[in-house]
T-cell receptor, first 115, second 115 residues
Framework: GAVVSQHPSRVICKSGTSVKIECRSLDFQATTMFWYRQFPKQSLMLMATSNEGSKATYEQGVEKDKFLINHASLTLSTLTVTSAHPEDSSFYIC???????????FGPGTRLTVL | AQKITQTQPGMFVQEKEAVTLDCTYDTSDPSYGLFWYKQPSSGEMIFLIYQGSYDQQNATEGRYSLNFQKARKSANLVISASQLGDSAMYFCAIEVTGGGNKLTFGTGTQLKVEL
């Protein structure tokens, strides 16, 4: 299966700063990648669909100006949390859809803590 | 919109026993796929098993099998011969064909395997 990496795995930042999270597809060219957020002891919620070479598609209730997504190449999507606040502290995880219907590969996730 | 319901927030099973994790779904789309993922404390999402809505037979992958009852809209995961390493959070998810590979997750079941 495809290998997806995320960097960093863990980040702590001060309130008001911006944090960039990278999601890389290591062995597959992904035209579409997904960003999920998971609060403690809760489920994964889709934030946005990242499309290579075009604008991301955001789910209802997700602020596109706060969560900036860039998918400039077939192997890299980035999520930037702008002006982070403590309520943005969460586990952010990306995924890519494989060629077959039964495949979706997840990155290892990034744990963001905003102080 | 799709919905996944996992009614068991927590389950206990003894080592070497079998356990069933419940999942029911709701969708008006005739073509869809059902996934089960395991999430250990490290946070990574590990793909376990997939069932397509048109698959005639229940999916099996090693110790994992999916009890697919289409009329009842249920897709329970059966883990046979439980091992201590199976202790984790388990999520059921649905993807609608033509829905852009987006996954909708249930709230998860925390499984604890005991000696």
């Amino acid at each position: 299966g495809a290998v997806v990496s995320q960097h960093p795995s863990r980040v702590i930042c001060k309130s008001g700063t911006s944090v960039k999270i990278e999601c890389r597809s290591l062995d597959f060219q992904a035209t579409t990648m997904f960003w999920y957020r998971q609060f403690p002891k809760q489920s994964l919620m889709l934030m946005a669909t990242s499309n290579e070479g075009s604008k991301a598609t955001y789910e209802q209730g997700v602020e596109k100006d706060k969560f900036l997504i860039n998918h400039a190449s077939l192997t890299l999507s980035t999520l930037t949390v702008t002006s982070a606040h403590p309520e943005d502290s969460s586990f952010y995880i990306c995924s890519e859809a494989g060629l077959a219907a039964d495949t979706q590969y997840f990155g290892p996730g990034t744990r963001l803590t905003v102080l | 919109a799709q919905k996944i319901t996992q009614t068991q927030p927590g389950m206990f099973v003894q080592e070497k026993e079998a356990v069933t994790l419940d999942c029911t779904y709701d969708t008006s789309d005739p073509s869809y796929g059902l996934f089960w993922y395991k999430q250990p404390s490290s946070g990574e999402m590990i793909f376990l098993i997939y069932q397509g809505s048109y698959d005639q037979q229940n999916a099996t992958e090693g110790r994992y099998s999916l009890n697919f009852q289409k009329a009842r809209k249920s897709a329970n995961l059966v883990i046979s011969a439980s091992q201590l390493g199976d202790s984790a959070m388990y999520f059921c998810a649905i993807e609608v064909t033509g829905g852009g590979n987006k996954l909708t997750f249930g709230t998860g079941t925390q499984l604890k395997v005991e000696l």
